[in-house]
Nanobody
Framework: QVQLVESGGGLVQAGGSLSLSCVASGSDFSINTMGWYRQAPGQQRELVAT???????KCADSVKGRFTISRDNAKNTVYLQMNSLKPEDTAVYYCNADFITSSIPWTLDAWGQGTLVTVSS
């Protein structure tokens, strides 16, 4: 199985920047797509950005041009650089990873515990 641990959340003023990271650990796994999702109070969880093992990225229209997702496959780590933050970016940010193991013949899904990002106006 895979465990994901996020770090880097916090409080920032509007217009500021934050960088999130998420490290995957475990045994007997190979990670495919990694991504970031967020959930604001009273809202559903939504996609922020994803990145394939080959580096292809997708991101939500609301963060295009402001957020950048990247990964280090050797370190099983995914990053989210967030610039020009807005109060509406306030949410708990969750790391996600699709992975496979030798013992289970289908793709599995792991989630981190979440890290809070608060953007003040």
């Amino acid at each position: 199985q895979v465990q994901l641990v996020e770090s880097g959340g916090g409080l920032v003023q509007a217009g500021g920047s934050l960088s999130l990271s998420c490290v995957a650990s475990g045994s007997d796994f190979s990670i495919n797509t990694m991504g970031w999702y967020r959930q604001a109070p009273g809202q559903q969880r939504e996609l922020v950005a994803t990145i394939s093992v080959g580096g292809d990225t997708k991101c939500a229209d609301s963060v295009k041009g402001r957020f950048t997702i990247s990964r280090d496959n050797a370190k099983n780590t995914v990053y989210l650089q967030m610039n020009s933050l807005k109060p509406e970016d306030t949410a708990v940010y969750y790391c996600n990873a699709d992975f496979i193991t030798s013992s289970i013949p289908w793709t599995l899904d792991a989630w981190g515990q979440g890290t809070l990002v608060t953007v003040s106006s």
